[in-house]
């Protein structure tokens, strides 16, 4: 996470750098925010600076892993979910008031891992039956591109030029296709025809998740400008 929130703190001072100068006329620049931000791609902590009048520009990093344990149909999933993100926005204020538009690039990918242990003396692949000893096991990874563009609506994060705190809600999501592979065990992958019927079940899966274009993400803020 260290290496990751560095960058995107990197990468956020590089944007305050060449629009922080002030503009002609334009006394709303400056201020900074460090916010911290709860929502379905985790919890983390962000900084902001207002660079015009409408413009405010963020970066923000999020974690959130959950495990997954469960029983079906005689087979033991248990796994690991990923779904924090590394973020650098810009914000559009196009009216007085809280509401904006966000654009912005996310620069982490979420990612899931999952394995399937046959707890009943054998799994199905790819409509074939194969009898397995415990410990064999189907694994199989999902994640999204390592970079997606991210679009959203807020409210919020107003004057950051004006000490004082400051609250956002943010609905967006991050643009990009889910892609999916799969493994098993060497011992499973032997048997007749178990390397083609999981690149069948692979197949299957990934055409399932090209209908999912969209990572979607909810976050709540709350944070202080100075």
Known sequence: MKKHFLTAIALACACTASFAAPSFGDDHTGGFLVYGVGGTSGVGLGIGTQISKNFAVRAESTRLNANINKNVSNLDFSGEVKAGSDGIYADYHPFDGAFRLTGGVLTKAPSGTLTADPTGGGVTIGGTYYPVDIGERVIAKVKYPSTMPYVGIGWGFT??????????????????????????????????????????????????????GVFPMLKLSVGYAF
């Open 159 to 212: 004057e950051l030029d004006k000490p004082g705190v400051k609250f956002g809600f943010d609905i967006g999501a991050g643009i990009g296709k889910p892609t999916a592979s799969q493994d098993a065990t060497p011992l499973l992958k032997s048997m007749p025809n178990a390397e083609a019927n999981i690149r069948k079940e692979e197949v299957k899966l990934n055409d399932k998740l090209g209908k999912i």
